[in-house]
């Protein structure tokens, strides 16, 4: 058998082989324990091996070797004083002698039960004590909740949240588009929103009851843009501009109308009649000899 | 008091394009009277209040900005007034600016003017002249033959079938005269 590497922790005293494994099961119990014995024997004297090649410490009783620190992460065993306690839902309440519940309605140890606070020493006169002890009360819970919301933060630092708790801040999107941004509405958007859908009845939402605390709607009605009424010096450009293109838009719209029809035909005639004159004018001037001669034989019919 | 949009001022212009024609374009483009002397003067603006058209010129305007609105009455001269519907009609009191730029043009008689002024109809017998080129459906201010115009309204016949109508024949139908303002008082 060749020598094996063995996996030795000093700090634990500890001799691991990691590639062991049985060749064929052995038979019996007793084959099995002889087999380990084997095996252990020999990372025993692994162990001692690496012990003796510590360097060591002269003392009175003999050569002192320093364990290394352990390699091995064992689990540490549980904190002692922390273990859980059921309290039970009905209680027994010294003030009033009478089984209560813990919590809640005509709970036990209820401030409303004690009949007479002594007054100490250090009380000054004209002090409510009840009204003390309420805000105290207040101040031991606002306590706790800081202490607890400075615990979460010292976790999410020491990277042990609890998975169920995640920060706002760490939730957010880190690509994409600002549509996948988380945006918290304001009150008004809200308002809006609401209003909007109250009007989706088929009254237009105008014979609903509101609630109380619910205001009406403030833009109702259709959103018109009007060019304003008066503006620097004179008629603005925008208006200037509206007109002109309204005009040029009824001009264009009547230009075959601006035509007098009955007027261009007797133009158009006039000019028709003259241009026939003129022709006339010049046939009878100039004699043509080329032109057939009309016969002035009349074509008999032979019966 | 605001402006126009663009809806309202294709319809006002559409209404005075029937009478003036393309002299539209001298009564938006008119140069004003009145303003700061010596500035380039400042032109004319349509103004919407309470459904009632105005037309005024720029400095009246702002000097009428300064009035509310529930006691502002009128401004300039009104033209024209938005019905319940949606639709623009003309008043009488735009009489004078139409006179001004009119196209087409008809003359009565000194004998019916009264009836004219009373509401009626213009007839055949009532009329003196009228201009060359009225087509059915045209708008006509309607003058005496002083040269005063009396009113407005729409030609029922063309200039050709008015000379071949007989003499009971409407030739305008009245849309508003002057004799409105003692007739209507309360509306105008």
Redesign the interface.
């Given at each position: 058998m060749e020598l094996e590497k063995y996996q030795i922790d000093l700090g634990n005293l500890m001799g691991f082989d990691a590639t062991h494994h049985f060749d064929s099961i052995p038979s019996s119990r007793e084959e099995l324990a002889k087999l380990c014995l084997e095996k252990g024997t020999e990372l025993v004297q692994a162990i001692a091996n690496a012990l003796f090649a510590l360097p060591a410490t002269e003392d009175r009783d003999g050569p002192i070797v320093h364990l290394p620190q352990p390699t091995t992460k064992l689990p540490r065993e549980k904190h002692v004083c922390i273990t859980k306690r059921k309290k039970g839902k009905r209680a027994f309440d010294e003030q009033t002698g009478t089984w209560k519940r813990t919590h809640g309605y005509d709970r036990i140890n209820d401030d409303k039960d004690i009949p007479i606070i002594e007054a100490k020493l250090s009380d000054e006169p004209g002090e409510d004590p009840l009204g003390k002890r309420k805000d105290e009360k207040k101040k031991r819970i606002e306590k706790q909740k800081k202490n607890q919301l400075q615990n979460l933060k010292q976790a999410a630092k020491a990277g042990a949240l609890p998975s169920h708790v995640q920060f706002a801040a760490t939730a957010l999107p880190i690509t994409g588009t600002r549509a996948d941004l988380p945006t918290k509405s304001s009150k008004e958007e809200l308002e809006n929103v609401a209003g909007m859908a109250a009007t989706a009845t088929a009254s237009g939402g105008k014979f609903d009851w509101k609630l109380p605390g619910e205001k009406p709607l403030k833009h109702t009605g259709k959103h018109?843009?009007?060019?304003?009424?008066?503006e620097g010096k004179?008629?603005s450009s925008q208006?200037?501009k509206?007109?002109a293109k309204?005009?040029e838009?009824?001009?264009a719209k009547?230009s075959n109308n601006?035509l007098?029809v009955?007027?261009a035909v007797t133009v158009f005639n006039v000019k028709k009649e003259r241009k026939r004159r003129m022709e006339k004018e010049i046939q009878r001037t100039t004699p043509s000899k080329l032109e057939p001669k009309k016969s002035l034989k009349k074509p008999s019919k032979k019966h | 008091?605001?402006?126009l949009?663009?809806k309202e001022?294709?319809a006002v212009?559409?209404k005075l394009?029937k009478f003036t024609?393309?002299n539209?374009?001298l009564i938006?483009e008119r140069p004003a009277v009145e303003g700061p002397a010596g500035d380039?003067p400042?032109?004319y603006?349509f103004?919407l209040h309470k459904n009632r058209v105005f037309y005024a010129s720029?400095?009246l305007?702002?000097r009428a900005?300064s009035v509310s609105r529930e006691r502002l009455v009128s401004l300039g001269t009104c033209i024209g007034k938005f019905t319940k519907t949606g639709s623009f009609r003309l008043t009488v009191q735009s009489l004078d600016l139409l006179a001004s730029h009119a196209r087409r043009k008809v003359w009565l008689k000194p004998t019916s003017e009264m009836s004219f002024l009373y509401g009626n109809p213009v007839l055949k017998s009532g009329l003196a002249r009228i201009t060359e080129?009225v087509n059915p459906g045209d708008g006509v201010v309607v003058f005496s033959m002083s040269d005063l115009p009396l009113g407005f309204g729409v030609a029922a016949r063309s200039t050709q079938d008015c000379r071949k109508a007989h003499a009971d024949a409407i030739i305008v139908n009245r849309q508003a005269d002057a004799g409105e303002y003692l007739r209507n008082e309360d509306d105008l």
């Open positions: 018109r843009k009007f060019l304003p009424v008066v004179g008629m208006e200037q509206q007109t309204i005009l838009q009824l001009m009547s601006i007098d009955n007027k | 008091m605001r402006t949009d663009e001022t294709a212009f559409e394009f024609g393309p539209l374009k938006v380039d400042g032109r603006c103004r720029e400095s305007v702002r900005v080129g």
